[in-house]
């Protein structure tokens, strides 16, 4: 009993640590405190785009490949092989698109911010920003989240771009089963320009969160090249419960309760 | 320097980054190869080691999986798909589609993804942190085989778990279909009917062998990019970053060749029952 009775304590503890410094970071962008140093926001966003654009748009790809074959192969089971427009639709733009974005960000981004930051403070180059007057927080902390927010908007809508035109090529062009303009119909009938920006909210919550969890495990490792190495692992597992419990409040939240399909009244 | 030798060189630099990454997929496979003929020949001493690594596999992956499991199965194939057969009057058939997706697709994924994220990087630090150390030399030194000793028991491990947290993960799939239709106030029944109606033994199998393909991939990446961590401050966090980003790459590439060649040979599996 009081074994678990510390282990809760601690646990809280540790969250409410968390909270705190990513109170103070998001404080830092919002403020607009962190424009002092814009460009440093700038070449984070810059390595954000040329680093790993491409490896999270390869994920999207795959599992839009993925999709597609899912919705040719159900739309066949049920006999009408043309309303797999339909499945692909709602199972890119609404879920896998933004798994696969939040997924991908996680492994890429996060972990890579996680060894980075823990490489400077073991190395004490964070202790050496503070005593050169510099805020340390708000150098290494805000300006990556200020850049991750820059660039991700459009970063995502590639992404949605690249995960359609996969699972066109898997349903259109490898099963072969529907004509181009059958399918595109119903692909384009279901789904609006509110879905897109409800899956987006998705996508950037992932996000932004995948890049604090990055932040917060980076700017606190202790023990040495050990340490980076376990607070990077450490970090994928919040990433994980983190992305998935965003994923299922963002679903019932926005198509829980009404399903935003062309049929029936 | 003229333009001619400054292309040359950047074609010099291209082509040396290609050869390192066919280099590092070739030493994969051949530490593929020497795991397993190591675990299959005598002595089989990696017992203990074994029972230790699968026991943390399981203390670490355990809640990520029931959150996972449960979000990717309650989110993508119940809302969607509940709201889609709702309107149609057709909710009895959520089962039958849960007994498709979530056997054919999402459970596998999730677990393979969790697995990833949560096992495998812990074994990619773990390993790093040894290298760094250099306890491997010193396992070298004493006559012992790191293959033997560290990489077998991991891989095996991984493989078996892989597999079992994919019953785990149908399992809570299940439950987050059933909490759909209940808040949908349709009866379980129907659910269950058409759920175990469309469910075959072929499915079943071909998910745990993806898993246990998975499991194995994973575990092959995470103790190869573990095992060569580089010195420095940032080498093992640098090895677990890309552990990872190989590993979820690898899951959608296989993912997406399993998938359609079960499909394409096996033609019962897409009639609806």
Not at chain 1, 62 to 82: D, M
Not at chain 1, 166 to 186: F, H, K, N, P, R
Not at chain 1, 227 to 244: D, E, L, P, Y
Not at chain 2, 88 to 115: K, N, Q
Request: a neutral charge; proline letters at 3%; one cysteine or more.
């Amino acid at each position: 009993m009081r074994a678990v009775g510390t282990w809760g304590g601690e646990w809280l503890d540790s969250f409410g640590h968390a909270a705190k410094f990513i109170g103070r970071v998001m404080w830092g962008v919002y403020s607009g405190r962190v424009g002092k140093y814009f460009g440093e926001a700038l070449r984070q966003a810059a390595i954000l785009i040329t680093g790993s654009t491409l490896i999270v748009l390869g994920l999207v790809f795959i599992l839009g490949l993925e999709c597609g074959i899912e919705g040719g192969y159900g739309a066949k089971a049920v006999g009408a092989t043309s309303a797999a427009g339909a499945f692909t639709a709602l199972c890119d733009l609404r879920e896998v698109i933004p798994y696969a974005f939040g997924y991908m960000m996680a492994a890429k981004v996060g972990t890579g911010i996680v060894a980075e930051l823990g490489s400077m403070r073991i190395s004490d180059e964070i202790d050496a920003l503070e005593v050169m007057g510099l805020d340390s927080v708000l150098y290494l902390g805000g300006t990556r989240l200020l850049g991750t927010w820059l660039v991700l908007p459009f970063i995502y809508a590639i992404a949605v771009v690249v995960g359609i035109f996969a699972s066109y090529i898997a349903v259109v062009v490898q099963l072969g089963q529907v004509s181009a303009g059958g399918y595109l119909q119903l692909f384009w009938m279901f789904q609006t320009p509110l879905d897109f920006l409800f899956s987006a909210i998705k996508g950037m919550c992932m996000s932004t969160f995948v890049v604090l969890v990055g932040i917060y495990q980076g700017y606190f490792v202790t023990g040495g090249p050990v340490g980076v190495g376990r607070a990077t692992a450490k970090s994928m597992v919040a990433n994980i419960i983190g992305i998935h419990a965003i994923g299922l409040v963002g679903t019932q939240l926005f198509w829980g309760t009404n399903p935003r399909t062309p049929i029936g009244g | 320097m003229s333009i001619a030798t400054a292309a040359a060189s950047r074609v010099r630099v291209e082509s040396q980054r290609a050869n390192s990454l066919i280099g590092q997929v070739g030493e994969m496979v051949v530490l593929t190869r020497r795991t397993v003929v190591s675990a299959l020949r005598p002595p089989y001493s990696y017992g203990p080691e074994l029972t230790s690594q699968f026991l943390f596999g399981m203390r670490v992956a355990w809640f990520p999986m029931l959150i996972a499991s449960l979000a990717f199965t309650y989110g993508p194939a119940g809302i969607q798909a509940a709201g889609f057969l709702d309107l149609f009057g057709a909710l009895d058939r959520l089962g039958g589609l849960f007994a498709l997706t979530v056997m054919r697709e999402f459970a596998p994924l999730v677990c393979a993804i969790v697995m990833a994220g949560c096992v495998g990087t812990a074994i990619c630090a773990d390993l790093g942190a040894r290298v760094i150390r250099e306890e491997i030399d010193a396992l070298q030194v004493l006559g012992i085989d790191p293959i033997k000793s560290l990489v077998v028991p991991r891989f095996l491990s991984l493989m078996v778990l892989t597999g079992l947290f994919d019953i785990y993960a149908l399992l809570c799939g299940t439950f987050g279909g059933m909490l759909v239709t209940l808040s949908h106030s349709a009866p379980l029944g129907p659910f269950f009917a058409t759920f175990f109606s469309n469910a075959t033994v072929t499915e079943f199998g071909a998910s745990l062998l993806k898993t246990t393909l998975f499991g194995a991939m994973i575990a092959i990446v995470c103790c190869y990019k573990g095992l060569n961590a580089k010195g420095g401050a940032e080498g093992v966090g640098r090895a677990v970053n890309q552990a990872v980003v190989v590993a979820f790459l690898m899951i959608g590439a296989i993912d997406y060749v399993f998938t359609q060649a079960l499909l394409a040979t096996h033609p019962e599996l897409s009639s609806v029952r």
